[in-house]
């Protein structure tokens, strides 16, 4: 390396002294120089001139500042020579990579609090944000979470999520949709709790290993969670419908204020219907005649049908019928009513 810097600045060197004697241009120019004292620094260290090196100056009418070239190329390490015979100064030597590592270091170190500084300034600070979701959103099941990344401010947020396969391959292969889409709400839901309701965010989950992006997400302020899964490389995604079914038995619902839990989901894949039982936590019968079939019980049986057909949906079982019957605590029926899934009525 040494020998190529040698050449290239030989070859310099010889090219502007041809110039040089082709024009014939040599002689005096009188400037205008600042002195004040300018102080040259390496890698956060102040360089102490040696006597009689000379000292940087600031040329006033080009507002340029010049330095020593001796003082400038050994303070990085590199030897001076005079070359009289080419009329050139020779520059020989290279910095090393400990040098320069150091300067990566440092880079990374300003861009990281310049960024700090951004965020602070905006009322944000993502890097303490970045921490405490790793903290609590460390796992997803039993795949370890490599990093959070944070960028953006309270208007649009982005989301990079690291995982590393090399290590839980088989742990992600393991994973459902629902799984995964669970954690990335609940981790969204902290997001925008943080920053705020209205933020846009966009996200994606990465193998490090790999560099393939797995899953990306996105919701736009309360709207819902979008996930989209591109990891089929790695995992089968989806579930049996038993465990869909079993994930759903023992969900909580209410109609205009009155509590149910779900205790029966049987699902005919072949037919696409869907059949779940509601049972009130207590006895809600006179409560439930007093309720208006239009006002109070159809938008929320509508809701409650649209929430199970969807977490169907997310794990690739298609529903286009669904019955659904809501039962008092003794387990006798208050009513029961079809709901079909594409024209999203109840009857």
């Known amino acids: 390396m040494k020998k190529k810097v040698i050449i290239a600045l030989l070859a310099v060197a010889v090219m502007l ?17 600042t002195y004040r004292g300018i102080v040259i620094m390496t890698n956060g260290n102040v360089v102490t001139p040696e006597p009689g090196m000379g000292e940087p100056f600031i040329v006033t009418s080009e507002g340029r500042t010049y330095v020593p070239i001796r003082m400038a190329a050994e303070a990085l390490g590199l030897d001076v020579e005079w070359v009289d015979w080419l009329n050139a100064v020779q520059i020989t030597g290279s910095t090393s990579s400990s040098e320069l590592e150091a300067l990566k270091a440092e880079n990374a170190s300003l861009k990281a609090q310049l960024k700090a500084y951004q965020d602070k300034e905006k009322g944000i600070d993502l890097r303490d944000l970045e921490d405490e979701l790793l903290a609590d959103y460390g796992k997803l099941k ?25 290590d839980y391959a088989s742990r992600w292969k393991r994973l459902t949709d629902r799984d995964i889409q669970y954690w990335i709400e609940d981790l969204v839901e902290d997001i925008q709790y943080e920053l705020s309701g209205d933020t846009y965010i966009s996200g994606e989950i990465i193998d490090i290993d790999s560099d393939d992006v797995l899953v990306k ?18 995992r089968r995604g989806g579930s049996d419908a038993s465990d869909v079914e079993d994930d759903i038995n023992g969900s909580s619902y209410d109609v205009s204020g009155i509590d149910f839990t779900v205790t029966d989901v049987s ?3 072949d037919d696409e219907e869907l059949s779940v039982i509601l ?3 207590y006895n809600a019968l ?11 019980i159809m938008p929320d ?24 019957d809501f039962r008092n605590n003794n387990n006798t029926r208050l009513d029961s009513y079809d709901y079909d899934v594409d024209r999203g009525r109840l009857s």
């Open 17 to 33: 002294s041809l110039a040089a004697i082709a024009n014939a241009t040599t002689g005096a120019k009188m400037i205008d120089a």
């Open 142 to 166: 039993d795949v370890k979470i490599k990093d959070i990344i944070l960028d953006g401010d309270k208007d649009d947020a982005d989301v990079e999520i690291e995982i590393d396969l090399y």
């Open 217 to 234: 997400f996105n919701k736009n302020g309360e709207s819902r969670l979008r996930v989209t899964f591109y990891d089929d490389d790695y």
């Open 267 to 269: 699902y005919d894949e």
């Open 279 to 281: 049972k009130a936590d």
């Open 286 to 296: 006179n409560s439930w005649d007093n309720l208006d079939y239009r006002y109070d």
């Open 301 to 324: 049986a509508i809701d409650i049908c649209e929430d199970i057909a969807d977490i169907f949906a997310d794990e690739g079982f298609s529903v286009k019928t669904m019955y659904i």
